[in-house]
């Protein structure tokens, strides 16, 4: 079992940087797949970024490359997301995602096993 609990959204201007954190509870972090889906306000969730248990991979959105960058520790159990350049189509809210199988970091998010409850971010312009 994991639970995933994120942090760190907020209101920001265009243009400014925001990082996410997402806390793990369970000792079998380092094994799970990490990962960020957002949902937009009348919109399906999708994915953002992923990395791989070992860190030895990572993959990002196209909407998101070059501007956001997922990262993780797990001595601390915990995966980030640095969001730079943030505009204000980045607005949703963003949730983590544990799950053993990289194939699922795709889409909507289907059959996703472990989710965060979310976290709030919102670029003005």
């Known amino acids: 079992q994991v639970q995933l609990v994120e942090s760190g959204g907020g209101l920001v201007q265009a243009g400014g940087s925001l990082r996410l954190s997402c806390a793990a509870s369970g000792r079998t972090f380092s094994s799970y797949n990490m990962g960020w889906f957002r949902q937009a306000p009348g919109k399906e969730r999708d994915f953002v970024a992923a990395?791989?248990?070992?860190?030895?991979?990572?993959y990002y959105a196209d909407s998101v490359k070059g501007r956001f960058t997922i990262s993780r520790d797990n001595a601390k159990n915990t995966v980030y997301l640095e969001m730079n350049s943030l505009k204000p189509e980045d607005t949703a809210i963003y949730y983590c995602?544990?799950?053993?199988?990289?194939?699922?970091?795709?889409?909507?998010?289907?059959?996703?096993?472990?989710w965060g409850q979310g976290t709030q971010v919102t670029v003005s312009s």
């Open positions: 990395i791989y248990w070992s860190s030895s991979y990572t």
């Open positions: 995602a544990a799950d053993t199988s990289t194939f699922r970091f795709t889409g909507w998010g289907k059959n996703i096993r472990y």
